[in-house]
Nanobody, 124 residues
């Protein structure tokens, strides 16, 4: 199984970025997908998740309205659209996959597969 995240970079505060994660080696529709992030010196934290069909999305409350998760099951990809970025959004962003269970979106321990991470840096 491979999850390849891309799309990170340097952006000014207020700007936007879209991260993408391409999955291979798994039956994509068997998995819920999530995005997590880890800032220097901090724990990896949940950002957003989407269920296997794309019909359910889940966000950490503090990011609702700024970030949007989506998936394309025909292309085995999941995306994270990030708007109105703030310096505190600076982190390495990871995509992850967990077997579809209908719950546990926020629990990183339930995610079996992880991408390598992509750096997002927001300058003030």
């Amino acid at each position: 199984v491979q999850l390849q995240a891309s799309g990170g970079g340097l952006v000014q505060a207020g700007g936007s970025l879209t991260l993408s994660c391409a999955a291979s080696g798994l039956t994509f529709t068997y998995y819920d997908m999530g995005w997590f992030r880890q800032a220097p010196g901090k724990e990896r934290e949940f950002v957003a998740a989407i269920n296997w069909s794309g019909g359910g999305t889940y966000y950490v409350d503090s990011l609702k309205g700024r970030f949007t998760i989506s998936r394309d099951n025909a292309k085995n990809t999941v995306a994270l659209q990030m708007n109105s970025l703030k310096p505190e959004d600076t982190a390495v962003y990871f995509c992850a996959a967990k077997y579809k269970t209908g719950s546990g979106w926020y629990n990183k321990a339930l995610y079996a597969y992880w991408g390598q991470g992509t750096q997002v840096t927001v300058s003030s």
